[in-house]
């Protein structure tokens, strides 16, 4: 299951990273939306995917699950909302002042 999980995460991340590269205000934020969720996964895969008892520790249990990972995640979602919030606020901003989305043309020319 971890294999999948990891390559499920490879590929969120080489998709995020190549609309990084985009030159569409909407595709870069998309990028960074799948960075995040490859982090996610990633988080989710180095905690081991395993299942036990509750994270509460009595007599009596040996196998439990590691509540850190999902401590993390749930943080990194949350932090991640609010980065593609004001991403998308910020281009959208953009587009409507430069009429336009685009990255080349938002860059200008050196002579002004």
Avoid: C, W
């Avoid at 995460?9 to 080489?14: C, V, Y």
């Avoid at 081991?48 to 979602?77: C, H, M, N």
């Amino acid at each position: 299951m971890e294999i999948i999980t990891s390559i499920l995460a490879g590929l969120l991340f080489a998709t995020g990273v190549y609309n990084l590269l985009q030159k569409q205000l909407l595709r870069i934020v998309i990028g960074t939306g799948l960075l995040s969720h490859g982090a996610h996964l990633f988080i989710l895969t180095m905690g081991e995917l395993k299942r036990g008892q509750p994270p509460v520790l009595k007599e009596g249990i040996t196998e439990y699950s590691d509540p850190l990972p999902q401590a993390l995640i749930l943080t990194s979602i949350v932090i991640s909302f609010g980065v593609t919030s004001l991403l998308l606020v910020l281009a959208y901003r953009t587009a409507n002042e430069n009429n336009t989305d685009n990255m080349e043309q938002l860059r200008g020319t050196e002579n002004e």
